[in-house]
Structures are given as structure tokens and as C-alpha cells.
């Protein structure tokens, strides 16, 4: 019976007083290697171990620690000085902290695997579904905004609706900074969120709409700012992401059924017959893509909107909460809430009709040439 390596302790070697989101490197560090389960050891002394070493002198995503955890012997390096290493031995794990010390090239390489960050190294993030380089650059104090953003921007989502992707990220930018700075946590600010969200629910139901849609507004921003702070932080928790998803997903149906009763208010209520089947589609709609989306993930190991770059880019626009929201604003702008959520239901049928083919056209992809690979795996086709 083979007997299970045991995990490596985690070390970060040299003092760098510069501050990232408010931590010091052996800060950042320590969370990162204390969210893997990882014992973290004091440097002083030489290594007696195999261990995983980090460099003070440098910043880097938590992608590379994920990979370099993951592969005894690596040795990232940046600018011929290695930045992070799984040293696999006492002996290579001194020689590795030496260097890292001096901030020199390493005067040999035998028994390590070294992957220089200038040969463009990419990683496929299946939680954030995307494949990048992600970052690695010195920390020094000139370049601490330049990582901030590097960092923010890093903890992205690659596959997600378009506002998310591309309105709200300058804006949760800087509210995630400012965040940071006054240590306000991830789980504030999704309190502070689903208030807001609460608030619009309201809104809408006695059909003040664009009151609503800016209560909405600031609860969506927030709603990406949380879970930036927790990753740029390291601060990431199990109730943090019950909470904060638990919130994704009971609210919208509220919002969709308020956003009916409140036309009332505007001498626009639909009949009952109208009321029950724009109800039914965006209800049903909404619960039918979340089960077919399970089911993809059941059957298949991946997101349905990993599969090919159709998927992700379909995403984009799908009938989620944020896409439906544009819908319902451009509606507004016509003042006719009405005539928008029953666009919203039609587009929540389009939407899961093409969930449903997507779902039957994997099955039989997977019959005929075996497990299905996402694009965004290394050498998939797109």
C-alpha cells in the first residue's frame, strides 16, 4: 500500500513591508496557504523538508500556487529570480530560499522543473472558467496599483453576462479598493447588498421602476465587489459563499413576479391569463435552466458554458437577472414595463430551448467521441 505524501509546509522568504489590499507579502501568503491547508513555517534556519517557498519580493496570483502545489519540483521564475517554488527536498528547498534571498538566478537547476513567467505559461481557472498567464510581478511601491488591478481583474470571471464583464468592472474596482482599505469584509458587503436588493423588491411592487432599477443597480455592483474583496483578500469563506450565492439565487424570481404586480400602478396590469403565462415562462424558465445546467455539470464534469465558445459567448446574453434587466430598462425607456417583462418571458424560453439542444447535442457529441473537453482547456477545439 502506498503511503500518501505529506503536504508540504508553506514559507516566505525575505521581508517586504509593501502592502497588497492591506497585507504584507507573508500575509498574503499565510492565507493562501492556510485556505489550502497548508501548515505555514518560519523561515529562520535551514529547511529539514520538502516545502513550497514564496518570495516576498514578488506578488503573484493564487492560480500559480494552485499549479505549483500541484507539481513538486517547479520553480517559477521571473526575470531568471525564482518567485515561487515547490521545493521537492531540505536540500533544493535551500538552495531555492537562497536565491530567493539574494534575489539571483539559481546556480542549478537539476531535479527542478523551471518555468519562466517570460515564456507566457497559461493556466486553465475552472472556477472562474477562463485560461490566462495569470499575474507575476516584483511588489515594489510603484507597482502595488498596477497588481491591485492585476489582482481585481484576475479574480474575474472569464465566462459571465455582460454587464458583469463589461460595465461593472471599473466601478467594483474602486469600490473593492476602497473596501479594502477600511477593511470592510466580503460578508458586509453582501449584507449591505441584499438590503439594497430587498429594497428594489419593493420598489418594483408598488411599481416605482426606475427606483427600483437603481436599488437594483447598486445591490448587482455589490454583488461582484463581495466576491472581488474575498478573493483579492483572501478572505474567502464557506458562509461567505452560501450567503452570497444563496442571495444569486432566491432573489430574481421575486423581482420578476413584483415587477408584474407593480403594473397595477401604472393602469397596465396584465389579465390574469397574461399575469399566470409571463409568470409560468420566466418562473419555469428560470428553474428549467438552473436543473439543465445541473445536469450538464452532472453528466459532462464542466460548466454548460465552458463546452465550446458558443456557450460562453451566449452567456453573455442569456436570460439571467442582469440580461433581463436591460431588456426591462430599454423597456422602460418607452414606459412600457409591461411590454417588457413579457419580453423578458419569451426571451427566458429562447434562452432555455437553447440550453436544452446544447444539453442534447453534448450527449451525443460524449456518445460519439468520448469525454467532452471545455475549449478553454489547453489544445480544445473552440
Avoid at 516545502?51 to 492560480?63: Q, R, S, T, V
Avoid at 490566462?132 to 489582482?151: C, G, K, N, Y
Amino acid at each position: 500500500m502506498n503511503e500518501v505524501a505529506p503536504a508540504p509546509p508553506v514559507a516566505t522568504i525575505g521581508h517586504n513591508p509593501v502592502r497588497l489590499w492591506g497585507l504584507i507579502s507573508a500575509q498574503r501568503v499565510g492565507r493562501i496557504a492556510r485556505a489550502a491547508k497548508l501548515a505555514v513555517i518560519d523561515p529562520d534556519g535551514p529547511f529539514a523538508t520538502p516545502a513550497i517557498l514564496a518570495n516576498a519580493a514578488h506578488a503573484w496570483d493564487p492560480a500559480w500556487f494552485a499549479l505549483v502545489l500541484s507539481r513538486p519540483g517547479m520553480v517559477l521564475i521571473l526575470n531568471g529570480v525564482p518567485a515561487l517554488a515547490h521545493a521537492p527536498d531540505a536540500a533544493s528547498a535551500n538552495r531555492i530560499a537562497e536565491a530567493m534571498r539574494r534575489g539571483s538566478p539559481l546556480p542549478r537547476t537539476d531535479g527542478l522543473e523551471a518555468v519562466a513567467f517570460e515564456s507566457g505559461p497559461t493556466i486553465e481557472n475552472k472556477q472562474l472558467r477562463k485560461r490566462e498567464t495569470p499575474f507575476l510581478l516584483p511588489l515594489t511601491p510603484d507597482t502595488v496599483r498596477q497588481i491591485e488591478r492585476a489582482s481585481y481583474f484576475g479574480a474575474y470571471k472569464g465566462v459571465t453576462d455582460l454587464l458583469t464583464k463589461y460595465l461593472w468592472p471599473e466601478w467594483a474596482l474602486v469600490l473593492t479598493r476602497i473596501c479594502a482599505r477600511l477593511g470592510i469584509t466580503p460578508n458586509m458587503v453582501t449584507t449591505i447588498g441584499a438590503v439594497f436588493c430587498v429594497v428594489a423588491t419593493a420598489l418594483f411592487a408598488y411599481g416605482h421602476y426606475w427606483a427600483g432599477m437603481a436599488a437594483g443597480l447598486v445591490f448587482m455592483v455589490l454583488d461582484t465587489v463581495d466576491g472581488k474583496l474575498a478573493r483579492c483578500t483572501i478572505t474567502s469563506s464557506a458562509w461567505g459563499n452560501v450567503f452570497d450565492h444563496g442571495m444569486d439565487l432566491v432573489h430574481p424570481p421575486f423581482w420578476w413576479w413584483f415587477w408584474a404586480t407593480g403594473l397595477a400602478f401604472w393602469g397596465m396590469a396584465y389579465d390574469t391569463a397574461t399575469f399566470w403565462w409571463v409568470q409560468a415562462a420566466i418562473q419555469g424558465g428560470y428553474v428549467v435552466q438552473r436543473l439543465i445546467e445541473g445536469a450538464f455539470i452532472s453528466a459532462h464534469g464542466m460548466h454548460i458554458h465552458v463546452w465550446r465558445r458558443f456557450d460562453s459567448r451566449f452567456r453573455l446574453i442569456t436570460a439571467r437577472r442582469n440580461p433581463n434587466m436591460v431588456i426591462l430598462f430599454a423597456s422602460m425607456l418607452f414606459a412600457r414595463p409591461d411590454l417588457g417583462l413579457i419580453a423578458v418571458a419569451w426571451w427566458t424560453v429562447v434562452s432555455c430551448l437553447v440550453h436544452a439542444v446544447r444539453l442534447v447535442q453534448a450527449s451525443v457529441a460524449r456518445a460519439r467521441q468520448g469525454a467532452l473537453v471545455s475549449w478553454l482547456s489547453d489544445g480544445a477545439p473552440a
